[in-house]
């Protein structure tokens, strides 16, 4: 069966550089959620969006952005990186928002600032 | 606010003991509640859910009951094997939201044979 897949898988920047993420998410899944999960640490929600809109937004930094095109797929626009911000970026797929759909998880973009 | 507490780990176990996660919950409203497992360089995989109070979860053996009484949803096998040496997240969705879940610190498990 068709996984969520992210790419790249791995991703090393500079300070100050900017990175995209991307996320492809199942076939006919219309909701997209990003978390971030830095060593050693439980997964931090960013953002989710839900038929190309945004739908809920969590400790996402102002230097990120995010969207989800026409095909469903979303990118994750980050700027300005910091060290802080080297972590595991896993993006989520579901059919629909909220409590009734599961999520499945891709198996993350690790970024390495230096 | 909404959070999650487990157990902290790691926790080490002989293959075929008995296998106790705590987790307890602080939420709004009635969430639901979920155990993911996360395996080395892996991403995260749902192991089991429950909706609603008294709800049991089960999957490959592992267990949950969702105890609104107590605010917990503790994970249980009864002989676990050296393939479940992962990472145990305890995780929530609160009623009415979008849908993010809210996880807890995770709790590495090591299964030696």
């Known amino acids: 069966a068709a996984g969520v897949i992210q790419s790249p898988r791995h991703l090393i920047k500079e300070k100050r550089e900017t990175a995209t993420l991307k996320c492809y998410p199942i076939p006919r899944h219309d909701t997209v959620y990003w978390y971030q999960q830095g060593p050693g640490q439980d997964p931090q929600f960013l953002i989710s969006f839900y038929e190309k809109m945004q739908s809920d937004k969590g400790s996402i930094p102002d230097r990120f952005s995010a969207q989800q095109f026409s095909d469903y797929h979303s990118e994750l626009n980050m700027s300005s990186l910091e060290l802080g911000d080297s972590a595991l970026y896993f993006c989520?797929?579901?059919?629909?928002?909220?409590?009734?759909?599961?999520?499945?998880f891709g198996p993350g973009t690790r970024l390495t600032v230096l | 606010g909404n959070s999650v507490t487990q157990m902290e780990g790691p926790v080490t176990l002989s293959e075929e003991a008995f296998l106790t996660i705590n987790c307890t919950y602080t939420?709004?409203?009635?969430?639901?509640l979920f155990w993911y497992v996360q395996y080395p360089g892996e991403g995260l995989q749902l192991l089991l859910k429950?909706?609603?109070?008294?709800d049991k979860g089960s999957n490959k053996g592992f267990e949950a009951t969702y105890r609104k009484e107590t605010t917990s949803f503790h994970l249980e096998k009864g002989s676990v094997q050296v393939s479940d040496s992962a990472v145990y997240f305890c995780a929530l969705i609160l009623l009415g939201s979008q849908g993010n879940l809210i996880f807890g610190k995770g709790t590495k498990l090591s299964v030696k044979p």
């Open positions: 939420a709004t409203g009635y969430p639901s």
């Open positions: 989520a797929s579901s059919l629909g928002p909220g409590q009734g759909g599961e999520q499945f």
């Open positions: 429950a909706t609603k109070a008294d």
